[in-house]
């Protein structure tokens, strides 16, 4: 089985694939392309992401790799990580940029916020958090709820169509892994969630695109 992971110049390549290799052994071959044939002629691809919207939505075309991202997406097991989850949306308020619309719904910028004793809040929300389930899904399984995922983000989703499979908290709550047919797309960083982000790229591995 072939996975690829899709480079189209931004972000945490190196760190998914890395995680992908170890999580799938001898089950996949993880290839890191920034090749659309090899993306159309893999079983499974990633989506991942780094940066600012406007910058990776301007990259993935100038790639000639939207179109192949797109039917990727529609037509085998899509992973979709950090901003790569977010260009699945509609719209994003990063740079008011158009995103490839798969899901329904904005990427909206968390608000100035305070927690209870009046301190700011930091925006880009960094660091550890929990993740609570709203939904079950093939690639939650042996994940308990609350489990901590590591998150590095100013802009989260706000999912106009019931998707939403996991939450988390800050202080609100937001949507932060949505799911629909053979699509997942999770805001935090699994390959940086140590064994929790690992069994969820292994479920990945395993998971045959059904919910
Ligand atoms: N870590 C990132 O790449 C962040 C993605 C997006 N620019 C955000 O701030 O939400």
């Known amino acids: ?10 972000g945490n390549l190196r760190s998914v694939t890395k995680a992908l290799e170890h999580v799938a052994g001898d089950l ?6 920034a090749n659309p044939a090899e993306v159309a002629a893999a079983d499974k691809v990633v989506f991942p992401g780094q940066g600012a919207m406007p910058d990776c939505m301007k990259e993935l075309t100038e790639r000639g790799l939207k179109q192949a991202v797109l039917d990727a997406a529609y037509s085998r097991p899509f992973l979709g990580i950090c901003v790569g989850a ?5 719209h994003s308020e990063e740079g008011d940029t158009a995103g490839l619309g798969i899901f329904k ?6 608000p100035k916020m305070f927690d209870t004793h009046g301190q700011k809040l930091k925006v880009p929300h960094m ?4 993740m609570f389930k709203v939904h079950d ?3 939650c399984a042996g994940i308990s709820d ?28 937001f949507a932060a892994a949505v799911a629909r047919d ?9 390959e940086k969630s140590h064994h929790a982000g690992l069994s969820l790229l292994k479920n990945f591995v395993n998971w045959n695109g059904n919910t």
């Not at 719904?105 to 968390?110: D, L, Q, S, Y």
């Open 28 to 33: 996949a071959e993880i290839i890191l392309t």
């Open 182 to 190: 053979n699509i997942f797309a999770i805001q935090c960083h699994p």
């Open 86 to 90: 977010q260009l699945l949306f509609e």
């Open 146 to 173: 609350a489990e901590r995922f590591y998150f590095v983000h100013s802009y989260h989703f706000q999912p106009e169509e019931d998707i939403t499979v996991l939450e988390s908290a800050y202080p609100y709550r």
């Open 127 to 130: 660091g550890w958090n929990e």
């Open 1 to 10: 089985m072939k996975i690829a992971v899709v480079d189209y110049g931004m």
């Open 105 to 110: 719904g904005n990427v909206r910028r968390f």
């Open 137 to 139: 899904h093939p690639l």
